[in-house]
């Protein structure tokens, strides 16, 4: 039994590893974005965009995330992303 609680943290550690990468490249795909957005002479923020976000990312949740789990992490990502890049 100890093995296997050993496993399932290590397993943890690595999926939580895989959410930071996940998160830095983001952040750096939008960064990317907004340099191109300003380029381009368009608002950094979309409230539209992040509307449909949230609907795409609702409608492909499997769980055991709830709705309102998911609402708060995309709530997470998108305000940890914009006070990131200065937003």
Known sequence: MKDRFDEIRRE????DETIVAAVNRRIALVTELWQLKDALG????????????????????????SPEGLDRLVTDLLDLTKNELGA
């Open 42 to 65: 368009y608002a950094t923020v979309d409230p539209d965009r992040e509307r449909r976000l949230r609907e795409h990312l609702a409608a492909t949740n499997p769980g055991p995330l």
């Open 12 to 15: 943890i550690t690595a999926n």
